[in-house]
């Protein structure tokens, strides 16, 4: 199974070539407008915002089993589904006022949804505009708490995984502050439990369209 995660900054029904290409099975869309996912022909697709023009969209393309799950308390935003076997929440980490936003807002759906992340293989991906770095921003609820919050749960970064690295030391970057390759950062994840996966995405290729490369995450079915 192959899972997208790209904050595509708007303009899905045009960028939505570049997704495909990507021939995924489901692609989990933040900065999406409603209209361009509930236009998008597909066999799954759910959407959640404030602003009808910029929110979370999750879209399935392939025939496969999917159900949209109660995403509870606003917490923006994160849509949980569950497909084949394995629960999933699409996130985009937001701002729901000023002292719940970006991380602390995670530690929320996670704390929110813990249950269903522990009761199957099961994936949190998206933008989670937070790292390691800024902890002393967040105290209390910052990164690393986080991350370590997720382990206990059974889900690691695949990223960090794969590389050996410790959160902190990415040498890939996800996002590129005004599409400046100097101005790196890497706060686009995928925390997975249970399944075994690749992920790969190359920044060259993406900073025409977004100031976000998209992680495109191969999932193990076996």
């Known amino acids: 199974m192959r899972i997208v ?52 969209g999750i879209v399935g393309f392939t025939n496969r089993s999917y159900r949209l799950h109660e995403a509870g308390m606003l917490l923006p935003w994160h849509i949980p589904f569950s497909v084949d076997g394995l629960n999933v929440i699409g996130l985009w980490s937001h701002v729901r006022d000023k002292d719940l936003k970006y991380v602390r807002v995670t530690h929320g759906i996670i704390d929110r949804h813990a249950s269903f992340l522990s009761s ?51 040498i890939i970057k996800t996002y590129f502050h005004t599409k400046k390759l100097r101005f790196g950062h890497h706060i686009d994840y995928a925390f997975l439990g249970g399944k075994s996966a690749s992920m790969a995405g190359r920044p060259e290729d993406w900073l025409t369209y977004s100031d976000h490369m998209p992680l495109i995450l191969d999932i193990d079915e076996a």
């Open 120 to 170: 199957a293989p099961s994936l949190i991906i998206g933008d989670f505009n937070s790292n390691t770095v800024w902890d002393q921003e967040h105290p209390g609820r910052n990164h690393s708490m986080l991350v370590t919050k997720l382990e206990a749960l059974g889900l690691q970064s695949v990223y960090h995984r794969s590389q050996g690295l410790p959160h902190g030391e990415e």
């Open 5 to 56: 995660s790209w904050n595509c900054a708007m303009g899905f029904a045009k960028k939505r070539p570049l997704v495909e290409a990507l021939n995924p099975d489901i692609a989990s869309l933040p900065e999406a407008s409603q209209r361009d996912i509930e236009e998008t022909e597909a066999p799954f697709k759910a959407w959640v915002g404030s602003n009808p023009h910029k929110g979370l």
